[in-house]
């Protein structure tokens, strides 16, 4: 048994040395399935600098444009949403009051299609947003989004010179969880409660095959310890499903929070050959079950948390926004549903 680990372990290492010369900023996102139902999705925000975050409150009833150029798409959101922006051009991260949870990461292997004027665009600042405003489950999410209502368009990167690549993920309150990358220009959709676990590169079924290596070895035997996607992975993986499936929130919460920072990259920690992996800068997590929405900043001593049940998501309730300041340095503690206050809306990065 020891010689076939020493093997597959051996095989690992080969596999995995064939994408060490990829580069992509590290984010990770995990989804724990426990006991009586309960889910919670965890997701870590790595970035080389300052990603300007903020956290808003978008109701229901806003109108928007998918900011893609003149044969845009064009909705009204149905549902309300809590956000974490993006240089507060965009939606990274966020879940809504149905519950449903999206989170971008990057994929430099990310190939978007043409633009057509036959098919409506959407900015990829708004391709979170969209699922958020619209759907209240992934598979419904899923139902509409096979059917491609519209293409993703990517722009630069604030700040850079470099185009946005990034893939997406959703889950929700009954578990189910779904990656959708676009590959060589078409849209790729895993979709089922398996997909517990995405970071970056490569690409996701390429992920899942190298995983593969590290499930034969056993997470108690060994686990792959740098920041790269492949190694954060396979940790993710292991240990989201190796923590206690407890029936105490505050204990399947605390678990949760446990991969996540396990699954990060310390501040200031850079990889010399890898200069695109980045420190973790801040991290969320969503109680689907309990409609609870926590914020964690590296740079500040508190973990602090946005309880959805208590937001109003009319239209009356209007756009509000937690500045979270410059690096997120902030500081908050608790509950900070009463702390938002009347904001206008950003406006999403568009073409």
């Given at each position: 048994?020891?010689?076939?680990?020493?093997r597959v372990l051996a095989t690992?290492?080969?596999?995995?040395?064939?994408?060490?010369?990829?580069?992509?900023?590290?984010?990770?996102?995990?989804?724990?399935?426990?006991?009586?139902?309960?889910?919670?999705?965890?997701?870590?925000?790595?970035?080389?600098?300052?990603?300007?975050?903020?956290?808003?409150?978008?109701?229901?009833?806003?109108?928007?444009?998918?900011?893609?150029?003149?044969?845009?798409?064009?909705?009204?959101?149905?549902?309300?949403?809590?956000?974490?922006?993006?240089?507060?051009?965009?939606?990274?991260?966020?879940?809504?009051?149905?519950?449903?949870a999206t989170q971008l990461l990057?994929?430099?292997?990310?190939?978007?299609?043409?633009?057509?004027?036959?098919?409506?665009?959407?900015?990829?600042?708004?391709?979170?947003?969209?699922?958020?405003?619209?759907?209240?489950?992934?598979?419904?999410?899923?139902?509409?989004?096979?059917?491609?209502?519209?293409?993703?368009?990517?722009?630069?990167?604030?700040?850079?010179?470099?185009?946005?690549?990034?893939?997406?993920?959703?889950?929700?309150?009954?578990?189910?969880?779904?990656?959708?990358?676009?590959?060589?220009?078409?849209?790729?959709?895993?979709?089922?409660?398996?997909?517990?676990?995405?970071?970056?590169?490569?690409?996701?079924?390429?992920?899942?095959?190298?995983?593969?290596?590290?499930?034969?070895?056993?997470?108690?035997?060994?686990?792959?310890?740098?920041?790269?996607?492949?190694?954060?992975?396979?940790?993710?993986?292991?240990?989201?499903?190796?923590?206690?499936?407890?029936?105490?929130?505050?204990?399947?919460?605390?678990?949760?929070?446990?991969?996540?920072?396990?699954?990060?990259?310390?501040?200031?920690?850079?990889?010399?050959?890898?200069?695109?992996?980045?420190?973790?800068?801040?991290?969320?997590?969503?109680?689907?079950?309990?409609?609870?929405?926590?914020?964690?900043?590296?740079?500040t001593p508190n973990t602090f948390?946005?309880?959805?049940?208590?937001?109003?998501?009319?239209?009356?309730?209007?756009?509000?926004?937690?500045?979270?300041?410059?690096?997120?340095?902030?500081?908050?503690?608790?509950?900070?549903?009463?702390?938002?206050?009347?904001?206008?809306?950003?406006?999403?990065?568009?073409?």
């Amino acid at each position: 048994m020891r010689i076939r680990a020493v093997r597959v372990l051996a095989t690992a290492a080969l596999v995995a040395a064939s994408f060490a010369g990829v580069h992509a900023d590290a984010c990770t996102r995990a989804v724990y399935l426990g006991a009586n139902g309960d889910v919670i999705t965890a997701r870590s925000m790595d970035w080389k600098v300052d990603v300007g975050t903020n956290l808003w409150i978008l109701p229901r009833g806003s109108v928007r444009s998918g900011q893609g150029g003149p044969h845009s798409v064009e909705w009204t959101s149905k549902y309300g949403s809590v956000i974490a922006s993006g240089y507060d051009v965009s939606t990274t991260d966020g879940m809504n009051e149905k519950g449903l949870a999206t989170q971008l990461l990057w994929l430099v292997e990310s190939q978007y299609p043409e633009p057509r004027e036959d098919t409506p665009a959407l900015a990829i600042s708004l391709w979170a947003q969209y699922v958020l405003d619209n759907f209240a489950t992934v598979a419904e999410a899923v139902a509409a989004l096979e059917k491609e209502p519209f293409i993703v368009v990517t722009d630069r990167t604030p700040g850079e010179d470099r185009l946005a690549t990034l893939h997406l993920s959703m889950s929700d309150a009954t578990g189910d969880s779904a990656i959708i990358e676009y590959i060589d220009g078409r849209q790729v959709i895993h979709h089922g409660r398996q997909y517990q676990v995405m970071t970056n590169s490569p690409t996701f079924d390429q992920q899942l095959a190298l995983n593969e290596y590290w499930k034969q070895i056993g997470g108690t035997v060994m686990l792959p310890g740098t920041n790269r996607a492949s190694d954060r992975f396979a940790r993710a993986s292991f240990y989201v499903n190796a923590i206690p499936k407890s029936e105490d929130p505050v204990e399947a919460l605390a678990s949760v929070f446990g991969v996540i920072r396990n699954a990060s990259v310390p501040y200031g920690i850079t990889t010399p050959d890898q200069p695109n992996i980045s420190s973790t800068r801040w991290r969320t997590v969503a109680d689907h079950t309990r409609m609870l929405y926590f914020f964690e900043s590296a740079l500040t001593p508190n973990t602090f948390w946005v309880d959805l049940n208590r937001i109003d998501f009319s239209p009356a309730g209007g756009v509000r926004r937690l500045d979270l300041g410059p690096d997120q340095r902030n500081v908050f503690a608790g509950d900070t549903s009463d702390r938002f206050v009347p904001a206008e809306p950003f406006r999403f990065l568009g073409i």
